[in-house]
């Protein structure tokens, strides 16, 4: 859980209170790069831009201008909005095949004593604007947070939590299919699902509503080998089970996406596999705190973007959530009643490692990226990293290390162990 914490000045002599308040900014600012934006000369930041989120094609990632209408309804609902613009190389048989993609990052509505219905209904009250600046700005697929219906209650184990969870035709994706198909849009809705057909199991669930209100499919979070968090708060499998749908990438009239829902992008094969299905973005709809994750944060997704050849839009959910019983986790920290900060910072990815300054750590936001697909097999020619792969070898290493009998391959130096007189 993040405090206010107490660093020491230049001097030593004495003790300033540091403003990373627990409003989440970082010593005021809304992002890492806003902070640097305001601190470092011109031609210093740019330099330090160049090595941070990489260049695209040889530039800078380019920003995109927004209708001033737009960004006045950000400003009376009081979210983040930024815009940016993935370019590709020029190809001379194929077209551009150019997708405009958002990711949106919220915080709860209400506090987590009102009345269930309640906290429901306002956060669908607090995205509709945001998604409808989205459809209104030609985005052609929006994800949104993991489990945006309701808070992140699964650090508390009460078990009252899953009055939240929903059948994937439930009332979330209703209100999102008028949204898809209002607006020609692709919506991926991560759900906290009940399935009545099999004993009212229930899972963490990624919807795929088409852009015609229809529902493509589903994808519940990885997998039958256990990838549901045991880490600190995030005890989850008090919640629901282990996901089966393996690692499907859908078509949709923008692209071929695939969903890696938030603690399976720790798993490097997680990638590997949607990759190997043939998906174009991939995204990560997610719900982690700055205690725990916030450094991996920018390095997994833009690495799985690189290896895969792919484009990764990254959510994570924002503020903090605060509930009415206090809860443990076991680690001998005494009891509180938050996760920490849910820090924001969504951003995009691209193949070629480039990507796009994060949105507000502390704030709603939506982030807009037009991105060309072509990227991806431009970046598969150049660096081959499919063809250079071994994956037979892999394979036979994956196979023999399920084994009971299994031996790491391991060489030691003969002379480690002789003694010596």
């Not at 308040?21 to 831009?49: M, R, T, W």
């Not at 995205?127 to 699964?154: D, T």
């Not at 229809?214 to 499998?237: A, C």
Request: charged share 20%; proline share 5%.
């Amino acid at each position: 859980m993040e405090k206010n914490q107490e660093v020491e000045t230049k001097n030593g002599e004495g003790v300033e209170e540091s403003k990373s308040l627990k409003d989440g900014s970082i010593c005021g600012y809304e992002s890492l790069h806003s902070l640097l934006s305001a601190n470092l000369k011109p031609e210093i930041f740019q330099e330090v831009s160049r090595l941070l989120l990489g260049l695209n094609c040889g530039r800078a990632i380019d920003t995109i201008v927004l209708p001033e209408s737009t960004k006045a309804l950000s400003s009376e609902h009081d979210f983040d909005l930024q815009a940016f613009c993935f370019h590709a190389d020029k190809e001379l048989l194929r077209a551009p095949r150019v997708v405009r993609v958002g990711l949106i990052q919220n915080s709860i509505s209400l506090p987590t004593t009102a009345p269930f219905l309640d906290q429901k209904r306002a956060i669908f009250q607090k995205l509709k604007p945001i998604i409808e600046v989205a459809g209104s700005s030609g985005v052609n697929i929006v994800c949104l947070q993991e489990a945006w219906m309701m808070p992140f209650a699964f650090c508390t184990r009460e078990k009252r939590w899953c009055e939240f969870a929903e059948p994937v035709d439930g009332e979330s994706t209703r209100f999102l299919q008028d949204l898809a198909l209002k607006f020609n849009m692709v919506i991926i809705s991560s759900i906290l699902e009940r399935d009545v057909n099999h004993g009212e199991t229930l899972w963490n669930t990624a919807v795929i509503i088409g852009n015609h209100g229809n529902i493509i499919g589903k994808h519940r979070k990885l997998f039958w080998q256990n990838h549901i968090p045991r880490v600190g708060d995030f005890n989850e499998s008090t919640y629901y089970m282990e996901g089966n749908t393996g690692h499907p990438v859908f078509e949709t009239a923008y692209g071929k996406i695939g969903v890696n829902i938030c603690y399976g992008r720790h798993h490097p094969l997680n990638w590997l596999a949607f990759g190997l299905n043939g998906a174009e973005i991939v995204f990560n709809p997610s719900a982690t705190v700055g205690e725990l994750s916030e450094p991996m944060w920018p390095i997994e997704a833009r690495n799985a973007a690189i290896a895969n050849s792919y484009f990764v839009g990254s959510i994570n959910r924002v503020g903090t959530e605060i509930f009415p019983n206090p809860f443990t986790s076991g680690d001998g920290k005494p009891q509180h009643a938050d996760f920490g900060h849910f820090y924001g910072s969504s951003h995009f990815s691209a193949p070629d490692a480039s990507c796009t300054p994060s949105l507000s750590r502390n704030m709603d936001g939506l982030l807009i990226s037009d991105m060309d697909l072509n990227l991806c097999r431009q970046l598969k020619d150049k660096w081959g990293f499919r063809m250079t792969a071994r994956y037979e070898v892999y394979a036979e290493l994956l196979a023999n290390y399920l084994k009971p009998d299994f031996k790491p391959q391991v060489i030691s130096d003969p002379l480690l162990h002789k003694k010596t007189l």
